[in-house]
């Protein structure tokens, strides 16, 4: 055996590109592990284009660290209000290599990837090795809490019925302002009249170009886009840059951790005297039939997330953050957007940067 890591990250979404950053900064000695060929996670490969969670209702960052670092440096315009809640758009190649230029300032850490996690080794309530590589602490970033699982740590399951997965493409060559609930609308209606599935559109940062989350199949996608392209008014040259469209999944396994970050906190905007992050996105649930519902907190109101919700109740030396975060699936259907992942991300590098340089 091998290299021995003081934390290892695995999954490079929004919470591992923070961790792993935010625990390197630290001079801990940091391994970043991610089945995938490149950082991103859902933010960078999904299609999304709108980074949400970041600003309070005043269009202030909620976070100073670490998510505000990130989202400066994807940011190419000011953050957009949209109702009462404010998202900033960005281009995904961009949030790919921010991550990468993030990773090479910190010299203290190693990326792998094209490793799917694997030979997870707990001993005594605590991991000792992975991927045969030695660590002091892990960081669960994975958006499924895959290390978890495989360690035995106990999880709570969210629900797909309440977090309908999405097919996210990107549209060009829309001749057509979608601005309003209004003005969707009419685009919407015949969609729905000729019986495809639900589907939103949101902003994209590219000349006449919309991003769109389609409750339906991948296979509906290209019948859908000629359906556009005959049927409806400044969509005849519509076509997508992407050649392949596949399901994201809204909804994944949380860990139970010392505490479990309740809706009713999230509603409530509950303060902790151990918080770590805040947060102030409503609780989102999506129908199979494309619908949201939104519970709101109170108007200037955000929510805490303690350092409790981000270490693993059964095993000493698993931390979580982003999608995995000890939360129930009402508390995760607001905690889930990338600004809090990023704030948790970060969090959980530096507390379990504390947890192995002090032993
Ligand atoms: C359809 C849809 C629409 C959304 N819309 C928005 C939006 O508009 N704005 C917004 O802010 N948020 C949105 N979200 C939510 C948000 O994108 C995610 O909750 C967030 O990106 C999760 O970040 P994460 O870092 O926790 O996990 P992820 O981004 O899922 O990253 C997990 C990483 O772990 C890696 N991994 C997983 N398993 C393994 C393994 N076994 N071994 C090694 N590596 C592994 C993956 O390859 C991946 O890179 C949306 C989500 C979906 C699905």
Redesign the pocket.
Known sequence: MSEHFDIAV???????IAAAVSAARTGAKVLL????SAP????GF?G?T????LYDDAGKFLNNGFAREFAEAVAETAPIKTGRLWILPYRPEKFRSAAEKFFTACSTLKTVWN???KNVVAENGRIISLNDFKVGAVID????A?VAQTADAECLATDEATQA??V?FQLGGVMREINSPADAAQVLLPIIRAGFPALNF?FNLEANAITV?FSGAPEQVPALIEFLRVNVRGFQNCSSPQTEFKI???AGRMIVGEYILTGADVLSAKKFPDAVARCAWPVEQWGADGKTKLRWLPPDEFYEIPARSLRAAKIKNLFM????ISADADAMASA????C?LAT?EAAGKLAAQSVLKS
């Open positions: 695995i999954g490079s979404g929004a919470a591992g592990l991610d089945k995938n991103g996670g859902t933010g999904s999304l709108t980074l949400c969670g490793s799917p996690l970033c994975s958006g499924n895959e997965p999405a996210v949101h989350k994201s999944r809204r953050a982003g999608k995995t889930r957007v990338m600004g992942c991300g």
